[in-house]
């Protein structure tokens, strides 16, 4: 059974830079998947943020690009989520999550974590 | 991008009665188009991907149906676990991937 867990401060300051990791277990990193991320600001929608394969090639919603860095870490079995200058409208629950290749199949998200507040306040 | 539409955006339904949510695509994305079903404090769960194919372990009463700009997700018979927000979402445009607002399927 593929398990996904976010970690990371529930609380960063504006302008300061956000960063979460997912722990994968379960499942290989390093198999035939795009591991991403997906936020969802309080009592709002879900946007997603971007995805990386194992080869950290990773690619980005373009909204966010200018900001954000997806790593992987296949000896760790984990990825990471960075994302700079961050205000309050960055403040939502950040999910990790699994999906196929976009280049072949149908690549809709099949593993999510259970998701982690972050708050951006001074 | 491509904006996608939900509606209603909320849905007052009996339990046992049918439930007809609808997914409208601002442009075309064929049948790269998932449905997710999310309950308070919980991650979104996978119900229907390329616009008619149920994910695994979910129930024969949700079905989806439509492709180009239009789709459809339908609930047979209301259960009581049933009673959640649902979210279409676009995988088609590809790394621009979009959700539509949300419908929430309330107790009527």
């Known amino acids: 059974q593929v398990q996904l867990e976010e970690s990371g401060p529930g609380l960063v300051k504006p302008s300061e830079t956000l960063s979460l990791s997912c722990a994968v277990s379960g499942h290989s990193i390093s198999s035939a998947y795009y591991w991403g991320w997906i936020r969802q600001p309080p009592g709002k929608g879900l946007e997603w943020i971007g995805s990386?394969?194992?080869?950290?090639?990773?690619h980005y919603n373009p909204s966010l690009k200018s900001r954000v860095t997806i790593s992987v870490d296949t000896s760790e079995n984990q990825f990471s989520l960075k994302l700079s200058s961050v205000t309050a409208a960055d403040t939502a629950v950040y999910y990790c999550?699994?999906?196929?290749?976009?280049?072949?199949?149908?690549?809709?998200?099949?593993?999510w974590g259970q998701g982690t507040l972050v708050t951006v306040s001074s | 991008e491509i904006v996608m539409t939900q509606s209603p955006a909320t849905l007052s339904v009996s339990p046992g009665e049918r439930a007809t949510l609808s997914c409208r695509a601002s442009q075309t994305v064929s049948s790269n188009l998932a449905w997710y079903q999310q309950k308070p404090g919980q991650a979104p769960r996978l119900l229907i991907y390329?616009?008619?194919t149920r994910a695994t372990d979910i129930p024969a009463r949700f079905s989806g149906s439509g492709s180009g700009t239009e789709f459809t997700l339908t609930i047979s018979s209301l259960q009581s676990e049933d009673f959640a927000v649902y979210y279409c979402q676009q995988y088609h445009n590809w790394p621009s991937w979009t959700f539509g607002q949300g419908t929430k399927v309330e107790i009527k």
């Open positions: 390329g616009a008619i």
């Open positions: 990386i394969y194992q080869s950290g090639t990773a």
């Open positions: 999550a699994r999906h196929k290749s976009p280049y072949y199949g149908s690549p809709a998200i099949d593993y």
